[in-house]
């Protein structure tokens, strides 16, 4: 009697691999939108930003680079800046690695 049991479970299971494709679908979608909201939004909201921080620079102003050195912005060119980092000590950045535009006077402070 055993033998009946075992067939009448492996009937009422269904073939393998038969489940239906509506399931996998009602996985796939909160986990795409998971990821948009989480991951790529936020990354363009963050390139956005700084494409508009780099756009706005100007002589005069205090930045801080990529590397972590401060410095004056001298002169602005299009992909270029020449950036004072010390008393007669000018050094060329591209404008991508500037970070932060710092308010005035805050290298003097320093």
Known sequence: M?????????Q???????????GSLLIMVPMILAFYFLLIRPQ??????????VESL?????????????GKVTDVA?????VE????VIIKVQRHTI???LPKGTIKAI
């Not at 009422?12 to 509506?22: D, L, M, R």
């Open 85 to 88: 980092i010390a008393e007669g």
């Open 12 to 22: 009422a299971a269904g073939a393998p691999g038969s489940t239906g494709g509506y």
């Open 44 to 53: 363009n909201k963050r390139a956005k930003e700084h494409r508009a921080l």
């Open 78 to 82: 299009d992909q270029v800046l020449s």
């Open 58 to 70: 100007q002589t005069g102003a205090e930045v801080v680079t990529g590397g972590g050195i401060l």
């Open 2 to 10: 055993d033998w009946l049991i075992s067939t009448a479970a492996a």
């Open 99 to 101: 970070t932060q535009i």
